[in-house]
């Protein structure tokens, strides 16, 4: 069974910058399409970036990729999200999602889900 694990996140001021990644624990790294969603607390989850298995496919929702950049490190075995000059309402939880269909990743519909990894942003 493969499992995401999300790391990197934590308690930052309005402007400052934070890298999420997100790992495989179990189940192979590669072949699996990786995306990043967001549930701010009281509101739905949202998507937030995409990748393919082999690099491409790379996409932010429109209103963050001025922000945010999504990469992958084959050799680390890990999907990265570069987010900057955070906001207040990036503030949440951010879950990595895995699986072998791009489009089903990109929806929300992953196979595989981490437990999420904490952001807040405030002053």
């Known amino acids: 069974q493969v499992q995401p694990v999300e790391s990197g996140g934590g308690s930052v001021r309005p402007g400052e910058s934070l890298r999420l990644a997100c790992s495989i624990s179990r189940g192979t790294f590669g072949g699996l399409d990786i995306a990043w969603y967001r549930q701010a607390p009281g509101r739905a989850r949202e998507f937030v970036a995409v990748i393919g298995w082999n690099g491409g496919g790379a996409a932010v929702t429109d209103s963050l990729k001025d922000r945010f950049k999504i990469t992958r490190d084959g050799g680390k075995k890990k999907v990265f999200l570069q987010m900057k000059n955070l906001k207040v309402e990036d503030t949440g939880v951010y879950f990595c999602?895995?699986?072998?269909?791009?489009?089903?990743?990109?929806?929300?519909?992953?196979?595989?889900w981490g437990q999420g990894t904490p952001v807040n942003v405030s002053s």
């Open positions: 999602s895995a699986g072998h269909t791009y489009e089903k990743v990109r929806g929300g519909e992953g196979e595989y």
